[in-house]
């Protein structure tokens, strides 16, 4: 048996009144997560989740969220984390592709309806029996009518629960993302893929049980959930969720529950720095922090220097994606850190550099990453040919160019895919552009990303109407707005009369951006 559930139920067993989760003024022992779980465990089995079963996960940064995500891989189910930005139709799409037969969805906020969202994209798949809404304060009553809540279906679930025996390479979690397709595909990650990476995670941060994480990453994304709430767990440290990013509340939570590792994507970083220092005392704050990791996204060298000269603490960056667990390369704590590099392999994995035909190239030659290791998924779901595409002889390409130096070290040089970046979200140019096409007044669109001073890049949308269209730049962004999450629309549209075109008919983007 292998269920990585066991991340929570170890530290239960021998931690149970530590502290394991603290989100605003609630904290919950690891014995009162591990209840709740096996309440939520119970809550499935009652309602005929078999193992195998997928279940999907919406949730921010609260105390609910590991809880349901436990409960689900008590139960031996599948968790399906679905991003909480999303609109109802791409909600729809996440359980239709995945196969859900439960979804758990969280109320929202006044701003972010989720709650009226997720029930739409539920209502929409036929094949998704069960819903239930997450309230933050574990209301029974329910503010969406007819939807009954987490609170009330688990009034009187029990407490205890014998986990389901799953098999080291059953699927535990199917992570969404997306590729030539255009439309998100669903990374199968094994109970060993998720297990191994957290043990990597201990080896490579020397992760302590005493350790105070402020999670500020979304937990439905990878480097969050598993570099932070599953390897948190699985070592007994204490979890502080910040529910949505917010530098002068990180600093505050950093100095009032004396944080020793914080995680960010660099417009995180970019934000505590530029955060009214005066509201905490950043001596308190780095006498505490002990280490600093970053990832998501490059992390410019002089907010790189500026943050380490702030805080008092290196920061680590690494490389990793949904299919490889995540964890693939970091700067180890222990060996020199190079500002710019992703690092070395971590234990159990390696790195080759590429060319279009799987060949090594020479080693002063920039090439694409191939990854190889424990780490890497089972496959992408109901997705055969794009798992071959992806994945020969065991390496996972990955689509991204780097460099490697003398030493080991690798440096992200491009992405070969047109993936954009954006605040540490991963946009894909081809999903938005299918969407776009829908629109009456469009003929033809090419995404791309453009430069940001704060959040990376921006998305911009270069779009030639359609003969006789009445289109301008304010109503496509409107539109976008309301068929895309917050994440992913264009910011920027330019309207052009003609794009530019290979030899072949394909649309040229490099020659779009600047």
């Not at 609260?62 to 609109?87: H, R, S």
């Not at 005493?210 to 439905?220: G, N, Q, S």
């Not at 540490?424 to 081809?430: L, T």
Request: hydrophobic share 40%; net charge negative.
């Amino acid at each position: 048996m292998l269920n990585l559930a066991l991340m929570l139920e170890s530290s239960t067993r021998l931690h149970p009144d530590r502290t394991a989760v603290v989100c605003g003024d609630r904290r919950l022992t690891y014995a009162e997560v591990n209840a709740r779980a096996n309440q939520v465990a119970n809550l499935l089995r009652h309602r005929g989740i078999q193992p195998g079963d997928r279940v999907a996960l919406s949730c921010p940064n609260i105390e609910q969220f590991p809880v349901v995500y436990y409960g689900i891989l008590k139960a031996g189910a599948v968790v399906v984390p679905v991003n909480v930005l999303l609109t109802a139709r791409e909600v729809a799409y996440h359980l239709e592709d995945s196969g859900a037969t439960a979804y758990f969805c969280f109320e929202g906020t006044p701003e972010l309806p989720l709650g009226e969202t997720g029930w739409t994209g539920f209502s929409a798949v036929d094949t998704c029996a069960h819903f239930f809404l997450v309230t933050a304060d574990d209301r029974t009553d329910s503010p969406v009518p007819g939807v009954l809540t987490l609170a009330r279906a688990l009034e009187r679930m029990p407490t205890e629960f014998t986990s389901v025996a799953t098999d080291p390479s059953d699927t535990a979690l199917i992570l969404y993302t997306s590729g030539t397709t255009g439309q998100p595909k669903g990374a199968e990650l094994t109970h060993s893929n998720v297990v191994l990476n957290v043990l990597t995670c201990h080896r490579t941060f020397g992760t302590r049980p005493h350790d105070v994480h402020l999670v500020a990453l979304p937990l439905f994304h990878t480097f969050g959930q598993t570099v932070q709430m599953n390897a948190g767990f699985g070592a007994g440290a204490t979890l502080v969720l910040l529910p949505r990013f917010d530098a002068v509340t990180a600093l505050r939570l950093m100095q009032r529950e004396k944080v020793t590792v914080f995680a960010g994507v660099p417009t995180m970083y970019w934000g505590l720095l530029g955060a009214d220092h005066s509201a905490v005392d950043l001596a308190v704050i780095a006498a505490e922090l002990r280490l600093a990791l970053s990832g998501g996204a490059a992390l410019p060298v002089e907010i790189l220097a500026q943050v380490q000269d702030v805080l008092g603490v290196r920061i680590h960056e690494g490389y990793g994606l949904s299919e490889t667990s995540p964890l693939a390369t970091f700067n180890h704590p222990d060996r020199e850190t190079k500002a710019g590099s992703i690092g070395e392999p971590v234990w159990g994995v390696e790195l080759r550099l590429i060319d279009g035909d799987w060949d090594d190239v020479p080693a002063d030659a920039v090439g694409e990453i191939a990854i190889r290791g424990h780490n890497i998924m089972k496959g992408y779901l109901n997705r055969p040919d794009a798992t071959a595409e992806a994945v020969r002889d065991g390496w996972f390409r990955t689509g991204d160019l780097a460099r490697r130096d003398a030493d080991g070290y690798y440096f992200i040089v491009d992405r070969a895919k047109d993936m954009i970046v954006r605040g540490g979200f991963n946009v894909y140019p081809r999903e938005l552009e299918e969407t776009i096409m829908t629109h009456p007044g469009v003929s033809l669109v090419a995404v791309v990303g453009v430069p940001h001073e704060s959040h990376g890049e921006e998305v911009k949308a270069y779009v030639i109407k359609k003969s006789g269209a009445l289109l301008d730049e304010a109503s496509l962004i409107a539109w976008c707005k309301d068929n895309m999450a917050s994440y992913k629309y264009p910011r920027i549209v330019e309207f052009r009369e003609a794009l530019p075109m290979t030899a072949t008919g394909k649309l040229l983007k490099r020659a779009l951006r600047p």
